[in-house]
């Protein structure tokens, strides 16, 4: 793309306008172009980046203002200068107000020209290393369906990266909810399989013979209700990615067909003789830890090392605490629109809970909580009282209190003094000195609480 | 034409006075700024200057007079006194 930084358009209906001005700026090193009227601009701008329009504000078609109004529709970094016959001071702020960068009363001055042109276009060079920059962060935070800014995740990023242009098979292992799934679809959306199909099968979700059927279809006839053939899901996944969730929930017969149809790169349907060949990247999960599943022999160790030419494993949401806020913010934005809602946020005492949760369903919990939230909420900050009961009951850790907002003093005082104690293993001296308040006190208290020594 | 039709006429009249103008400005600039680069005779350049300044004051003039006509246009419209009192 063109530098934009010296790049000049102007609008202005009359010739000799157009001519002096051109040559005046050409004069001064910039790349001019001329429109004639407001229309041919706007073309104009759509071809080529331009760093300043100098328009006129009278044109016929379209005025100064509405090819102003357009750009700033648009989103076109382009600033605007606009020159006006009328020294009125209205149609001075109209363009200011509209978002011009200034604007010139006729004759202008060719020196103020001369002046304000660095001005404008390096205000225009501000605003796009603003927008380089914006789009670098929304990479940094984002990658395909992922999301996350966390060290962690930077590393899963850049795993998906290196792996997904070759021909490896991959294993990708996590807690449930952590996003396996949409790994594997970023695996595939990165590859030069993109175009192709991308088959995911939830192995845990069928019984061994539906799933065997499901991967491999059958001929027709290949068992009573087999009325007509059926592709499996290996031959829908040619030149594609069959991902395979839950590998470590099925039999170690099926597991044993698969390896074979990996190894062979050809397979038969269920009652069929011929072999049929396929050119499939295999991408398998599992949320059981590999190792243990390796040693409980649920998964066969063969196959393991088949797939397993790369493995990915997904930190659990607690471990990425940081990302929480962005994941938050972006299931706000989603369920905000699909429910027509608009809230803003969240308030601190309930964020405060969610950044402490242990989230053993990950992030998928997650969504769910907020997509909850977003419904139940009546203001427009989530309150913690929407949330469901098992996190607001949550024993979080002894170090920290959770107390509502709307607690009394003294049932706030009592919930400090009790768990101070239980830190300190109920010895009262040590827990008095940690409140910062005598022993004789700390009794005192107690036993107005009804707690006698 | 009545008076407040005369004024509104002149007031159109010196609005497109200002494009010729503004285009003389901007061309006559450009011709400085080549001539500068080519010739070294002073003398040249000086009418070149005149024109320059002979033209600012054209503007200057239709400027003044907008100003003179948007300010009797103001001074002679009519008034509603007690509308004006409340």
């Known amino acids: 793309m063109p530098n934009s930084e010296d790049k000049i358009l102007i609008a202005d209906d009359e010739e000799p306008i157009r001519i002096g001005l051109t040559a005046l700026l050409e004069e001064e090193g910039y790349e001019v172009t001329a429109a004639r009227d407001g229309q041919e601009a706007l073309e104009q701008l759509k071809k080529d980046d331009y760093g300043l329009l100098l328009a006129d504000l009278k044109m016929p078609k379209l005025d100064g203002l509405q090819i102003l109004e357009e750009i700033k529709r648009k989103n076109i970094l382009t600033e605007v200068i606009i020159i006006t016959g009328k020294g009125s001071i209205a149609t001075a702020v109209e363009a200011m107000k509209a978002g011009a960068y200034d604007y010139l009363t006729k004759p202008v ?58 021909t490896a ?17 970023a695996i595939h959306k990165k590859s030069s399989r993109c ?33 007509n053939e059926k592709p499996g899901c290996f031959e829908l996944a040619h030149r594609g990615t069959l991902f395979l969730d839950e590998i470590g929930e099925m039999s170690l017969e099926t597991q044993a067909k698969i390896l074979r149809a990996i190894e062979e790169r050809r397979f038969r349907r269920l009652g069929g003789k011929k072999e049929i ?12 830890n590999l190792k243990q599943a390796l040693e409980d022999k649920l998964l066969r160790e063969d196959l393991y090392y088949r797939l397993a030419v790369v493995e990915i494993d997904l930190p659990p949401l607690r471990d990425r605490v940081d990302d929480i806020p962005l994941l938050i913010n972006e299931f706000l934005n989603y369920f905000n629109k699909k429910n027509h809602k608009n809230i803003k946020g969240l308030t601190v005492q309930c964020r405060d809970i969610l950044m402490k949760y242990p989230w053993h369903g990950n992030v998928r919990e997650l969504k769910n909580v907020i997509e909850r939230a977003v419904i139940l909420s009546t203001s427009d900050k989530i309150d913690a009282h929407v949330l469901p009961e098992r996190i607001l009951t949550y024993k979080f850790e002894k170090s920290s209190i959770m107390i509502p907002l709307g607690t009394t003093v003294e049932e706030a005082e009592k919930q400090l003094i009790f768990r101070t104690l239980e830190m300190e293993n109920n010895n009262k001296t040590k827990a008095a000195k940690t ?15 009804g707690q006698t020594s | 034409m009545d008076e407040k039709e005369l004024v509104k006429s002149l007031e159109v009249f010196a609005h497109k006075i200002k494009n010729p103008i503004h285009s003389v400005v901007i061309n006559l600039d450009v011709l ?55």
């Open chain 1, 109 to 166: 001055e060719p020196d103020r020209l001369r002046s304000i042109i660095p001005k404008a276009l390096e205000h225009h060079q501000l605003l796009v290393s603003h927008k380089e920059l914006e789009q670098q962060i929304k990479q940094l935070t984002r990658y395909e369906d992922l999301i996350g800014q966390s060290p962690q995740m930077q590393e899963v990023y850049k795993l998906i990266d290196a792996v997904a242009d070759s």
């Open chain 1, 169 to 185: 098979n991959v294993i990708i292992t996590g807690e449930s909810g952590t996003g396996k799934e949409l790994v594997a679809k």
């Open chain 1, 195 to 227: 175009n192709e199909p991308f088959i995911a099968v939830n192995c845990s979700a069928f019984p061994e013979q539906i799933l065997e059927n499901e991967l491999f279809g059958h001929e027709k006839g290949a068992f009573t209700g087999a009325l």
């Open chain 1, 277 to 288: 060949e396929v050119d499939v990247r295999m991408v398998a999960a599992t949320n059981r």
């Open chain 1, 435 to 449: 409140l910062g308040i005598s022993l004789k006190t700390l009794h005192n208290k107690l036993g107005r609480y």
């Open chain 2, 32 to 86: 400085k700024v080549k001539l500068q680069k080519q010739i070294k005779d002073q003398q040249t350049l000086k009418y070149l200057e005149i024109a320059t300044s002979e033209v600012k004051r054209l503007s200057d003039i239709v400027a003044k007079y907008l100003d003179y006509l948007k300010k009797s246009d103001k001074e002679k419209a009519k008034v509603d006194l007690r509308k004006l009192l409340e």
